[in-house]
């Protein structure tokens, strides 16, 4: 089974930083595009980030600028770097990949989620 584990979250004030990491563990062949989705309280879950195994990244316009997203594919660990954190970005942050477990089964998997509160 795969599992994807993130770690990071807490409480900080606004204009602070939080790091966010996931790492992928399990049976795994190969991981393609990571990324990172976040829900507010009655709010729909959106895409925050998102790189591909190359490198490529995808933001949101609402934190371009002030988030970073990277991937160490040794490790399978995707993170999530959060600059001047704004009260809006108050939010469990889940953490995505789509991964082959084999050549043949490939799955969409997620994260438990980690809350990230930002305090004004």
């Known amino acids: 089974q795969v599992q994807l584990v993130e770690a990071g979250g807490g409480l900080v004030q606004a204009g602070g930083s939080l790091r966010l990491s996931c790492v992928a563990s399990?049976?795994?062949?190969?991981?393609?595009?990571m990324g990172w989705f976040r829900q507010a309280p009655g709010k729909q879950r959106e895409l925050v980030a998102a790189?591909?195994?190359?490198?490529?990244?995808n933001y949101a316009d609402s934190v371009k600028g002030r988030f970073t997203i990277s991937r160490d594919n040794a490790k399978n660990t995707v993170y999530l770097q959060m600059n001047s954190l704004q009260s809006e970005d108050t939010a469990v942050y889940y953490c995505?990949?789509?991964?082959?477990?084999?050549?043949?089964?490939?799955?969409?998997?997620w994260g438990k989620g980690t809350l990230v509160t930002v305090s004004s």
């Open positions: 790189i591909t195994s190359g490198g490529s990244t």
């Open positions: 995505n990949a789509d991964i082959w477990r084999t050549v043949a089964a490939f799955m969409d998997y």
């Open positions: 399990g049976s795994i062949y190969r991981i393609n595009t």
